[in-house]
């Protein structure tokens, strides 16, 4: 079965660092995608980016990097110069090839700071 | 296009009580799913429609739950008899394919 582990219940970073929220699974598919996803209070899941275990560049959008690290299973999301507008929770999710359905972690609160 | 419409934004309602919730996908995407995401944690999968039918759903989604999209546009999830553990966000998303999924703003339940 798959399984997304997100180890970092919350993050708090001054704005305009960088920050980098961890992610790991669990799949015995070669073949699989893992997306990030971003939830604010009002609770619309905003899809952020997405890798396929078969790119072979990390993906990037905007501010947005994927740190994919294939062998150790890790899909960690870096965002770039943070703003006070990231503050929201953050999802990591799984998909493989023979299903519909997302498989997401438990998800980690960052905070920005003034 | 206005993106993927959930009615209503909360609901509270009573033990033991019927609710429904209404989910508008966008209009081009003809696959549907619906989550349940509870306080603290990821959402979880319910269930799943290509076009009108429904391809598969969770060991979640007991009996007292049923979902439905008649004509592969909009789509109902009702919950019957409502017990305290069904307090949760219900999540809605859309998507043509296997492309990326599009949620909506979810509708919050509380049970009282």
Redesign the interface.
Known sequence: AQK?TQTQPGMFVQEKEAVTLDCTYDTSDQSYGL?W?KQPS??????LI?QGSYDEQNATEGRYSLNFQKARKSANLVISASQLGDSAMY?C?M?DPG?????????TRLTINP | DTGVSQDPRHKITKRGQNVTFRCDPISEHN?L?W?RQTL??????LT?F?NEAQ??K?RLLSDRFSAERPKGSFSTLEIQRTEQGDSA?Y?C?SSLG?G???????T?LTVV
């Open positions: 997304i997306f996803y009002s609770g619309e899941m905003i899809f997405y999802f999710a998909r299903a519909q359905k997302l498989v997401f972690g438990q998800g | 696959r799913y989550y603290g944690q990821g959402p979880e999968f799943y290509q391809l598969e969770s966000m999540l998303a296997r990326s999924y599009t949620f909506g703003s979810g919050r």
